[in-house]
Nanobody
């Protein structure tokens, strides 16, 4: 499985931005897709996840109500709609895929099998 993330950029506080993550290869093996982010000097943190079938979504408290994850299975693409952006949202954003069937999405980056390259989001105040 290959993941290609795109859509990052420089925006102002309060703006919106949409990230995309296109999956290719053995996409049938994907159970769940997630977005993580990593700011300079900080650990990679979980942002949100969606079951590939779309049955459920999970959000970190820091983005709940502002970010929305969705998927288009026909395009093998997952989206992250980010609204009301804050300077603290500034980070490199990574999409990831998990093959394992879990009762709840893992929040640990080490549990994910495939990763896209990061796309930088910078929010100015």
């Amino acid at each position: 499985v290959q993941l290609q993330a795109s859509g990052g950029g420089l925006v102002q506080a309060g703006d919106s931005l949409r990230l995309s993550c296109a999956a290719s290869g053995r996409t049938f093996s994907i159970y769940l897709m997630a977005w993580f982010r990593q700011a300079p000097g900080k650990e990679r943190e979980f942002v949100t996840a969606i079951k590939w079938s779309g049955a459920y979504t999970v959000y970190a408290d820091s983005v709940k109500g502002r970010f929305t994850i969705s998927r288009d299975n026909a395009k093998n693409t997952v989206y992250l709609e980010m609204g009301s952006l804050k300077p603290e949202d500034t980070a490199a954003y990574y999409c990831a895929a998990d093959r394992r069937v879990r009762s709840y999405p893992s929040l640990k980056s080490g549990d994910y099998d495939y990763w896209g390259q990061g796309t930088q989001v910078t929010v100015s105040s």
